[in-house]
């Protein structure tokens, strides 16, 4: 393992534990003596996201988070909450079994998570990904939010 901060290649395992769907590794470089982390997940089969204009690509976790980090800059979100909505979603999508998904699939997934995390990143995204045409339509949706919490408190016993 190349270590971040010497570029050395030589480092040891300090400490092992299970991380989700995968393992996380402290590691520390035997050059330099920093300490960093490492994750390794099984490696399955591609999953192909169809877009909506028919095109396909491989299924993207980075393109997933960059998406998810730009919604919810500037908002008191933690890093950490970031990268589990992403392995949910990821998850989500392999736990399918198929090899190809919709865009639709994995944005209304995202939705679903950001929308419980925090209302501002929810509508931020939204607002990207269900490209309203107008202020009207980006109003009703802000709408539906506020009325959706209500809604789910009602049902719920706190």
């Known amino acids: 393992m190349k270590c971040p901060y010497c570029g050395a290649r030589d480092s040891r395992v300090v400490d092992t534990r299970e991380a989700g769907d995968g393992i996380r590794r402290r590691r520390e470089c035997k050059v330099c003596e920093q300490r960093f982390t ?4 099984v490696h399955s089969a ?11 690509e491989p299924f993207d976790r980075e393109k997933l988070l960059q998406g998810v980090r730009t919604a919810c800059a500037k908002r ?4 950490k909450d970031i990268e589990q909505l992403a ?15 919709s865009s639709q699939v994995v ?3 995202i ?7 925090d209302g501002v990143a929810y509508v931020r995204f939204a607002s990207v990904y269900r490209r309203f045409a107008d202020v009207e ?17 009602g ?4």
């Open 76 to 79: 008191p979100i933690a890093v």
């Open 137 to 153: 339509s980006l109003a009703q949706e802000i709408e539906d939010l506020l009325k959706r919490p209500e809604e789910e408190e």
């Open 46 to 56: 591609p999953v192909m996201v169809v877009k909506r204009d028919g095109r396909r």
């Open 107 to 109: 944005g209304e997934q």
């Open 155 to 158: 049902g719920e016993n706190h």
């Open 38 to 41: 490492t994750y390794e997940r």
């Open 87 to 101: 392995d949910q979603v990821e998850s989500f999508i392999r736990s399918l079994g198929k090899s190809e998904v």
């Open 111 to 117: 939705m679903a998570r950001l929308q419980k995390l």
